[in-house]
């Protein structure tokens, strides 16, 4: 039994570096290549095509029939130059994965062959079958159609032979059935209000645009050892494990040099990369051992988050290749790091003005306070909505959870911007004004170092951080689309944004200056949203209780956490924006509740399934040893020699039947549970069931086979070891 482990464990021990062929063009000359780019529209076009394309993507305005056909022929051209032979709609369903569907260029060429086709109409809009696709209800049975639609800003681009081109995709009624529609929705609803507040200060800017600079987090485990585990095969995670000895203590993974099999692969991933327009730009070792992380520069939101989907494609692919699986689950071992994806996140103006970035004079310095504090207006009044945008059955084993992010949403600004905010909220406008100086204001050219240094030492523990120039969402889960946030975030931003300007311009019309109906609003802002300012440690009790007197939303349990979604401030607030209806909402909560049952269900199948075909009769192969043993000793020894003998062995004997008589009755009260849940029509019962009733119970087993996997015999145990799975050579 557990020679397949030792085999495993052999393997992956002796696997040296896969090479990597490093292209002989340096990153510039390849860097795009598979992207249907710019200058690869400018090649293959018509030039009035060209022109009509660039004036509709920077625009955002529709694409005309001709166009569109025009804009097909060109793209397939480069396409089977490239040599692709199939082409997809590549979109975003609620599954936190991509969907696409190939097909083939070809068709009859009424002669008895075929030609390689490809038209306007297939390239702006298709019906993928996709009555599969979680949908919340908004699509019945007999109405299943969706249809799939060209997004012009995010470009084309070519993986393995296929040419994949990013669409939204929703309903026959409108209703979104994805990410990308939403988040869209809710750029340009924060583009809107951004804009108009940005003219306060220069009344050039047309548009804001929304950044967003993910760093993905991940874990590699060796291919022989991944496939020894069924758990990590089929949940992402490991659902039993007894902690290693050695893991994290001695903090030497972070700093600590790359291994060379890991570098080959990052490498090759990196070229990956670049050639498919994704700017990646900074890897590292994580705190955890065998956690990495790889962060691109970033780019406006919706591209960097097509990007990140397509990264954790690309991801799995060439960790594959260099026979490793890439774990991309927030908590695939117990007792060390999870992984996020901090969404660093900005604003800025098309006049290249980074909003939340303090500036050389007065006037950009109050416009930076005024972005700021209207982000913490919003942060406050929706950090309900924000948590539960990031809340998932995976990201919930690491929020809360010691090491990450409390399952409460807060700010640190560091030293330097919480001052700033306490001047600006104690001193009169009048006094403010000499305070509109260098020295005054505090907020000059000379300070930015000084505000990066502070920020640089800055609190880990926080979910959401000012880090300078931008936020970053920290609780975002390593496996989650970033839009969940990002659409959230953009939203709430929006909205507090209008609200700011009605109040400023109200000011403004009853006779106060600019700068006065200005600061008395953020003043007011600084004010209310007092309870989200947090610079302490997040990760200690005190908070908790703390955080509960503030009024800030302190539910742990993700299926409650959804409600959030469909309360009348947040159906109020997205609906103003154009994101989403109600009946959207109430969909997309359905598919939420669905998706969590599911997880913790699967989960919990394949740990009742490990735990009595795995680990029992191990345990109990390993008690019959012992009992030989002690038997033999009786039968040897006089009685009272013998007892003192087999003492110990009896012992764990004894332990033994304890353990597996708890597993055996916690996996049947379990799959009661279960049965009980799955009973429940209301998936939101259904969820909340699965929260309270199985998730515990899961607890309880992996206890008791975490103490067996001390006590059997080390030959004996089946299951690779968490100091086996986590340490590369
Ligand atoms: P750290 O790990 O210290 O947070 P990294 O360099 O790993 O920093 O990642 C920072 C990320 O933030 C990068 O993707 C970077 O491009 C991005 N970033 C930097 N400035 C901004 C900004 N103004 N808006 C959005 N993202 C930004
Ligand atoms: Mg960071």
Same mark, same amino acid.
């Given at each position: 039994m557990s020679q397949l482990r030792f085999k495993v464990v052999d393997e992956a021990f002796n696997r040296k570096a896969d090479p990597v062929s490093i292209p002989a063009e340096r990153p510039q000359e390849y860097y795009g290549k598979y992207v249907f780019n710019r200058q690869r529209m400018f090649e293959y076009l018509p030039a009035d095509t060209f022109k009509a394309l660039i004036n509709a993507i920077d625009n955002k305005e529709a694409l005309s029939r001709e166009v569109a056909e025009s804009v097909a022929q060109g793209m397939k051209q480069w396409a089977i130059d490239m040599g692709a032979r199939h082409y997809t709609h590549w979109f975003q369903p609620l599954t936190e994965t991509t969907a696409e569907k190939h097909d083939g260029f070809i068709e009859h060429d009424g002669k008895g062959g075929v030609i390689e086709e490809f038209n306007g109409k297939l390239l702006v809009q298709q019906e993928p079958?996709? @009555? @599969? #696709?979680?949908n919340g209800g908004i699509r019945n049975t007999f109405e299943a159609r969706g249809y799939s639609a060209w997004d012009i800003s995010s470009p084309a681009f070519i993986m393995g032979n296929t040419l994949c081109i990013p669409t939204i995709f929703i309903s026959y009624t409108g209703e979104s059935l994805d990410y990308k529609t939403p988040l869209l929705r809710a750029l340009n609803s924060v583009d809107r209000a951004a804009t108009a507040v940005a003219r306060y200060f220069?009344?050039?800017?047309?548009h804001v645009k929304s950044y967003l600079g993910w760093e993905q987090e991940y874990f590699l485990v060796d291919e022989s050892l991944y496939s020894a585990r069924p758990d990590l095969m089929m949940t992402g995670r490991t659902l039993m494990g007894h902690e290693s000895a050695k893991n994290q203590q001695l903090e030497d993974h972070y700093f600590g040099a790359i291994p060379s099999r890991v570098e080959a692969f990052m490498l090759d991933l990196e070229i990956e990369c670049h050639r498919l327009g994704i700017p990646a730009k900074t890897r590292h070792n994580e705190v955890a051992p065998n956690q990495f992380e790889l962060a691109p520069i970033f780019e406006e939101t919706n591209l960097a988050n097509d990007h990140n989907l397509l990264l954790m494609s690309l991801i799995t692919e060439v960790a594959n290749r260099h026979h490793f699986r890439v774990l991309l689950h927030?908590?695939? #071992?117990?007792?060390i790091n999870g992984s996020g994806k901090h969404n660093n996140w900005s604003l800025g103006t098309?006049?290249?003005? /980074? /909003?939340f970035a303090p500036g050389k004079t007065p006037k950009q310095n109050l416009q930076f306070i005024t972005f700021v504090v209207n982000v913490m207006a919003a942060v406050h009044r929706h950090n309900g909505l924000l948590k539960a945008s990031i809340a998932s059955a995976t990201n919930a084993h690491r929020l809360g959870a010691n090491e990450a992010p409390p399952a409460i949403i807060s700010i640190f600004t560091g030293s330097q911007l919480s001052d700033i905010l306490e001047r600006i909220e104690s001193t009169s406008n009048s006094e403010l004004s000499d305070l509109n100086n260098r020295e005054g204001l505090?907020?000059?050219? @000379?300070?930015i170092p000084e505000i990066m240094l502070d920020n640089t030492d800055r609190n880990r523990t926080s979910p959401f951080a000012f880090t300078g120039n931008r936020f970053e969402f920290r609780a975002v889960g390593s496996s989650a689309n970033c839009a969940s946030a990002m659409i959230a975030l953009n939203s709430a931003v929006a909205e507090q944004l209008i609200d700011f300007k009605n109040k400023v311009d109200a000011r403004m019309e009853s006779g106060e200056s600019l700068r006065d109906a200005l600061l008395e609003e953020i003043r007011e802002l600084i004010r209310v949203s007092k309870p989200i300012h947090f610079d302490g440690n997040?990760? @200690?009790?005190e908070w908790k209780a703390e955080a509960a007197r503030r009024g800030l939303d302190c539910e742990t349990s993700v299926p409650v956490i959804y409600d959030a979604y469909l309360r009348p401030e947040s159906i109020r607030m997205f609906r103003d924006a154009g994101v989403f209806s109600e009946v959207e909402l109430k969909a997309r909560n359905e598919v939420k509740w669905e998706m969590y049952t599911k997880k913790v269900q699967i989960e919990a199948r394949v740990l009742g399934d490990l735990a009595i075909n795995h680990v029992m009769p191990v345990a109990i192969r390993y008690q019959s040893v012992l009992l030989d043993n002690v038997s033999k000793i009786k039968a040897i020894f006089p009685a009272d020699k013998a007892a003192v003998m087999s003492s110990t062995e009896m012992e764990t004997i004894e332990e033994i039947s304890r353990h597996c008589r708890a597993i055996k009755e916690e996996v049947e009260a379990m799959v009661d549970a279960r049965r009980v849940a799955n009973r429940i029509a209301s998936e939101r019962e259904k969820a909340i069931a699965y929260h309270d009733n199985v998730v515990p119970r899961m607890d309880t087993i992996r206890d008791h086979i975490d103490r067996l996997e001390l006590m059997v015999d080390n030959e004996m145990w089946p299951l690779p070891k968490y100091r086996e799975l986590l340490f590369i050579r």
């Open positions: 079958d996709a @009555s @599969s #696709f979680p220069d009344p050039e800017v047309r927030e908590k695939p #071992f117990a007792g098309d006049r290249g003005v /980074l /909003l505090r907020l000059n050219v @000379s300070q997040g990760y @200690s009790d």
